[in-house]
């Protein structure tokens, strides 16, 4: 969850007193111990507020776990066509006890098989309990870090389905960046829409450019067509950023005459998908539009990982390990990485971990300097001094306050970022030169090779696992909804709820410090 900025009201823990003030601490936000405050040299740990968009709590009162709960209930309740439209389920067409789908179902197999889903089941979305607001990677709803129990929808396949499935026609559409594992995806919904009796699927090409171009038409999907695309990185339905007017879109729909729609991408895609599912319901008409989580960043709030991130770590590590080679054959050699990551830096701490041989991890969630005592700089000086090469991994959205701001944004809306990579190869260049000491740098980008290779076998289970479920929420008569992983289990959110931020690396969690200790780098401040 993104940390708010600091505020009046946050409190601190003295090291020295070893007590917790609060001063007011709204209820509508958690709390988090997010480092010490090295500006006020009083060795204070900071503990700052984390917005969770929930009413106003009075913690004095007994009952505001009760509130809490009642509120989180209400947010991540699943929209249903059935708050919009007068729909009856009918008994499910989905089996795995028969070879096709199955014809004039009276509901007796599903009494006897126990494969399906309750709608009542739920999973937790947190599950540990912190004793102190001082814990690594302590999320608190109240000073006392009390533990409240918050459910979220259990994902799969449910006995009554809302949908006929011969008469369905279903679409799918792939949105923003490539990424590892799309066909994986698209390949395992037209899989389980078949399995379901449905044989109208088409693709939409080029993301929501495909609604309103009039030169890229609909793709027919089959279990022919699209048997083997996972054997190829890329899209098969291709991708596109922006897209156009969401009533269009909707009209775009309603005259394609589309029941389901399965929509591919991050948080700007979800943002859209969750637009076109809002216009769909004012209109009142019988389409369920589910999200399949897409970021190569594993950057979606509430999920344990989005598929594409594995492959990008394990792809990463190729680029790292020739980045070591070349550093440790150099004189004074320095290997110098850069990998994606706008606003967060999983991919960087995780192949940074992996490969075992990085001694700097820089992310864009904790600030570095490069100069002076405790700089950057001046810890490579200490690694070529000491091991005689250095090897750098590096996030492409780190240290972009030392780049010149250009204001410019990308189709998606996204901030065009300044090249740190080369901005760090200049700077370590120059001040190795203005020391007198020979450097040998050596900078490595893989960006766009992480992005269009094949998805690895990691993944490739997890795009399997969320095809089917987007598949099975549909018939649930769910929209509005995204699939993902939280705590290892598969559920379902509403949309709003992981697209109010992107997920950051909390500098105080343990795989943070996990990093630190295996890098063995400084505190760069």
């Given at each position: 969850?993104?940390?708010?900025?600091?505020?009046?009201?946050?409190?601190?823990?003295?090291?020295?007193?070893?007590?917790?003030?609060y001063?007011g601490?709204?209820?509508?936000?958690?709390?988090?111990?997010v480092?010490?405050?090295?500006?006020?040299?009083?060795?204070?740990?900071?503990?700052?507020?984390?917005?969770?968009?929930?009413?106003?709590?009075?913690?004095?009162?007994?009952?505001w776990?009760?509130?809490f709960?009642?509120?989180?209930d209400?947010?991540?309740?699943?929209p249903?066509?059935?708050?919009v439209?007068?729909?009856?389920p009918?008994?499910?067409?989905?089996?795995?006890k028969?070879?096709t789908?199955?014809?004039?179902?009276?509901?007796?197999?599903?009494?006897?098989?126990?494969?399906?889903?309750?709608?009542?089941?739920?999973a937790l979305l947190?599950?540990?309990?912190?004793?102190?607001?001082?814990?690594?990677?302590?999320?608190?709803?109240?000073?006392?870090?009390?533990?409240?129990?918050?459910?979220?929808?259990r994902?799969?396949?449910?006995?009554?389905?809302?949908?006929e499935?011969?008469?369905?026609?279903?679409?799918?559409?792939?949105?923003?960046?490539?990424?590892?594992?799309?066909?994986?995806?698209?390949?395992q919904?037209?899989?389980?829409?078949?399995?379901y009796?449905?044989?109208?699927?088409?693709?939409?090409?080029?993301?929501?450019?495909?609604?309103?171009?009039?030169?890229?038409?609909?793709?027919?999907?089959?279990?022919?067509?699209?048997?083997?695309?996972?054997?190829?990185?890329?899209s098969?339905?291709?991708?596109?950023?922006?897209?156009?007017?969401?009533?269009?879109?909707v009209?775009?729909?309603?005259a394609?005459?589309?029941?389901?729609?399965?929509?591919?991408?991050?948080?700007?895609?979800?943002?859209?998908?969750?637009?076109?599912?809002?216009?769909?319901?004012?209109?009142?008409?019988?389409?369920?539009?589910?999200?399949?989580?897409?970021?190569?960043?594993?950057?979606?709030?509430?999920?344990?990982?989005?598929?594409?991130?594995?492959?990008?770590?394990?792809?990463?590590?190729r680029?790292?390990?020739?980045?070591?080679?070349?550093a440790?054959?150099?004189?004074?050699?320095?290997?110098?990485?850069?990998?994606?990551?706008?606003?967060?830096?999983?991919?960087?701490?995780?192949?940074?971990?992996?490969?075992?041989?990085?001694?700097?991890?820089?992310?864009?969630?904790?600030?570095?300097?490069?100069?002076?005592?405790?700089?950057?700089?001046?810890?490579?000086?200490?690694?070529?001094?000491?091991?005689?090469?250095?090897?750098?991994?590096?996030?492409?959205?780190?240290?972009?306050?030392?780049?010149?701001?250009?204001?410019?944004?990308?189709?998606?809306?996204?901030?065009?970022?300044?090249?740190?990579?080369?901005?760090l190869?200049?700077?370590?260049?120059?001040?190795?030169?203005?020391?007198?000491?020979?450097?040998?740098?050596?900078?490595?980008?893989?960006?766009?090779m992480?992005?269009?290779?094949?998805?690895?076998?990691?993944?490739?289970?997890?795009?399997?696992?969320?095809?089917q479920?987007?598949?099975?929420?549909?018939?649930?008569?769910?929209?509005?909804?995204t699939?993902?992983?939280?705590?290892t289990h598969?559920?379902?959110?509403?949309?709003?709820?992981?697209?109010k931020?992107?997920?950051?690396?909390?500098?105080?969690?343990?795989?943070?410090?996990?990093c630190?200790?295996?890098?063995?780098?400084?505190?760069?401040h």
């Amino acid at each position: 969850m993104a940390l708010a900025q600091p505020m009046d009201y946050a409190g601190s823990i003295s090291s020295g007193q070893k007590h917790l003030r609060y001063f007011g601490v709204h209820a509508s936000s958690r709390l988090q111990c997010v480092g010490y405050d090295r500006k006020s040299r009083t060795n204070q740990l900071v503990v700052r507020a984390v917005s969770v968009d929930h009413p106003q709590l009075d913690f004095s009162n007994p009952n505001w776990k009760e509130q809490f709960q009642e509120d989180f209930d209400k947010r991540f309740s699943l929209p249903h066509l059935r708050d919009v439209i007068d729909v009856e389920p009918r008994p499910t067409t989905f089996s795995l006890k028969s070879r096709t789908p199955l014809e004039n179902v009276n509901g007796s197999m599903q009494e006897s098989w126990n494969g399906y889903v309750n709608d009542d089941d739920r999973a937790l979305l947190k599950v540990i309990k912190f004793a102190s607001p001082t814990s690594a990677g302590a999320v608190c709803i109240d000073p006392d870090c009390s533990w409240v129990e918050q459910w979220v929808h259990r994902a799969g396949p449910r006995k009554q389905i809302y949908f006929e499935p011969q008469y369905v026609k279903a679409g799918i559409v792939t949105c923003g960046g490539l990424c590892p594992g799309l066909n994986d995806v698209i390949r395992q919904i037209v899989l389980t829409l078949e399995k379901y009796g449905v044989k109208n699927i088409v693709g939409i090409q080029h993301g929501f450019r495909g609604f309103f171009e009039d030169h890229l038409s609909e793709v027919p999907l089959s279990r022919h067509v699209v048997q083997n695309i996972n054997l190829a990185g890329g899209s098969f339905l291709g991708v596109s950023r922006g897209g156009a007017n969401i009533s269009d879109i909707v009209d775009s729909i309603q005259a394609r005459r589309l029941d389901m729609l399965f929509v591919l991408g991050g948080n700007g895609t979800h943002a859209g998908a969750n637009a076109i599912h809002d216009e769909c319901r004012k209109r009142k008409l019988q389409v369920s539009i589910v999200g399949v989580p897409k970021t190569i960043d594993n950057d979606i709030l509430l999920m344990d990982k989005t598929f594409g991130f594995d492959t990008a770590v394990e792809a990463a590590q190729r680029a790292i390990n020739s980045a070591y080679i070349e550093a440790h054959s150099a004189f004074h050699g320095i290997g110098l990485v850069k990998l994606m990551g706008r606003s967060s830096g999983f991919i960087t701490m995780h192949a940074s971990l992996s490969s075992g041989q990085v001694d700097i991890c820089l992310i864009p969630e904790v600030p570095f300097t490069l100069d002076g005592p405790n700089g950057v700089l001046q810890h490579l000086e200490h690694l070529i001094e000491t091991k005689g090469f250095a090897l750098v991994c590096v996030a492409e959205g780190a240290g972009q306050e030392y780049l010149q701001k250009s204001n410019a944004t990308d189709a998606s809306g996204n901030m065009v970022l300044g090249d740190i990579g080369v901005h760090l190869q200049h700077k370590i260049k120059s001040h190795f030169k203005n020391i007198g000491v020979h450097s040998d740098v050596k900078y490595i980008d893989p960006t766009y090779m992480l992005r269009a290779v094949r998805a690895n076998a990691s993944d490739a289970i997890l795009c399997t696992v969320l095809g089917q479920n987007a598949v099975h929420g549909a018939f649930a008569g769910f929209s509005g909804i995204t699939t993902g992983v939280c705590n290892t289990h598969n559920v379902y959110l509403p949309i709003p709820e992981v697209i109010k931020s992107t997920r950051f690396i909390d500098p105080n969690s343990r795989m943070w410090h996990r990093c630190l200790t295996s890098t063995g780098q400084p505190d760069f401040h």
